[in-house]
């Protein structure tokens, strides 16, 4: 699996069914879904899982689970997602094999380097901005810091944390190679023409 | 999948959930003290705990059984149980599809948790090495597991099926001779073992009642 850059990724919430709101997006032309859901049981997640894989690759999209290495590797999604507090990043790229996607969560340049030699193929970065999506604890790292996260690290480096469309420029011009969203897209009237109208945004904006 | 050379042992412990409670080293410990006493089937089931926390505490636990015939089992997680090589994975009633797990996953011994008949013979049928049921007596901790199922439904699992079954759910050493002669492999406990002031006396009295 590869992903193209720039990437739109969709992070689902907890407070409606993740396939429907995985569907959504994907109309909208999402380029990846990360299902993240902390609270769900394994039969939940694996279902949830099974069904978003099919509506990825119908969508022709790349599938994602958050922290739960386990219920990738029984949907056979195309990759994980961990935080900083989850299954150790070496680990996991071991027993996903070279064929699936690792991403990592990181909010410093060490942590940034560290995540690209446990074999990472994208880092997300954040929080950017201010963000009522996840409990995130600390101040938000600001846009100023992505150049410097991505001039030390040679794999591509996905904004995440208070990205809407009216500051998805911002970031991408700042060397971001995607946006990871949750809220800006969860919490929209219409989360498929807010998925399409960043998407847009982010091509746009680096011709 | 169950080595060869390993035979299940009858005991089998399940962590209490609580060692993100300022009790680091407590499980160690515990579990060093109970397997250097009796083989026993350890499951390491603490949800509160991130998957980071989770997999340096299984690494740790394996560093503390020296007795060869004990078992360390993770609840839910077999990407940690196979990545800090412990013995198996245990699948919670709700937990992801037990064919799942064990396709790709066979050097682990992989157990299930049921209330039921029928979702004792779908385990089995599943590929399940061996059952967890319960609740068999009244438990202190109230698990939400529904009332009591007592001995006949644990005879009536353990007749209709061919893998080992743990009875779980108020367990003392006293109960287990009674689990025992209604067909279970071995018996199950939680509280028990952590409860216990007197653990060499509570494990001298199991392994009795067990015939070790």
């Not at chain 1, 959504?24 to 993240?36: F, N, S, V, Y």
């Amino acid at each position: 699996m590869n992903l193209h850059y720039p990437v739109l990724c969709f992070i689902t919430t907890e407070s409606s069914c993740p396939p429907m709101q995985a569907e959504k997006t994907l109309k909208g032309g999402a380029h990846m879904i990360q299902l993240r859901h902390k609270s769900a049981s394994g039969s939940e997640l694996y279902r949830w899982s099974v069904d978003i894989k099919r509506l990825c690759e119908r969508y022709n999209a790349i599938f994602i689970v958050n922290d739960r290495l386990d219920i990738a590797l029984a949907a056979d999604a195309d990759g994980v997602h961990l935080g900083q507090e989850d299954f150790p990043p070496d680990m996991a790229r071991k027993m996903l094999g070279k064929g699936k996607i690792l991403g990592v969560s990181v909010s410093s340049v060490s942590e940034a380097r560290s995540a690209e030699q446990s074999g990472a193929d994208y880092i997300g970065l954040g929080h950017i901005f201010s963000t009522t999506s996840k409990q995130k604890s600390g101040k938000p790292i600001g846009p100023g810091r992505i150049p410097e996260i991505v001039d030390n690290v040679s794999i591509p480096v996905i904004a995440i944390g208070g990205i809407t469309e009216k500051n998805t420029c911002e970031v991408m011009r700042r060397g971001a190679s995607g946006i990871a969203v949750i809220s800006a897209i969860a919490e929209s009237p219409n989360p498929e023409t807010a998925t399409a109208g960043l998407i847009k945004n982010m091509q746009s904006c680096l011709q | 999948m169950i080595p060869a050379e390993k035979a299940l042992p009858r005991l089998y412990m399940v962590s209490d959930g609580q060692e993100h409670f300022g009790r680091k080293q407590y499980l160690p410990e515990l579990v060093r003290r109970i397997t250097s006493h009796i083989p026993v089937i350890v499951q390491l089931r603490e949800k509160h705990l991130t998957a980071k926390a989770l997999y340096e505490l299984s690494l740790k636990i394996n560093g503390h059984i020296h007795d060869k015939r004990s078992l360390l089992i993770i609840n839910e997680r077999f990407d940690i149980a196979l990545a800090t090589g412990a013995d198996g994975v245990h699948i919670p009633e709700s937990g992801c599809p037990l064919d799942r797990v064990i396709v790709g996953f066979q050097g682990l011994v992989t157990g299930k948790s049921t209330h039921s008949l029928q979702a004792a013979l779908s385990a089995e049928a599943s590929g399940a090495d061996y059952l967890i049921f319960g609740p068999i007596f009244e438990t202190p901790e109230k698990i939400p597991y529904g009332p009591p199922m007592g001995l006949n439904k644990l005879a009536e699992v353990c007749a209709n099926t061919s893998i080992p079954v743990y009875a779980i759910g108020g367990i003392s050493p006293e109960k287990t001779r009674q689990c025992i002669e209604n067909g279970a492999y071995g018996v199950a406990a939680m509280s028990i073992f952590h409860a216990s002031d007197s653990l060499n006396n509570t494990l001298e009295r199991f392994q009795k009642a067990l015939g070790q």
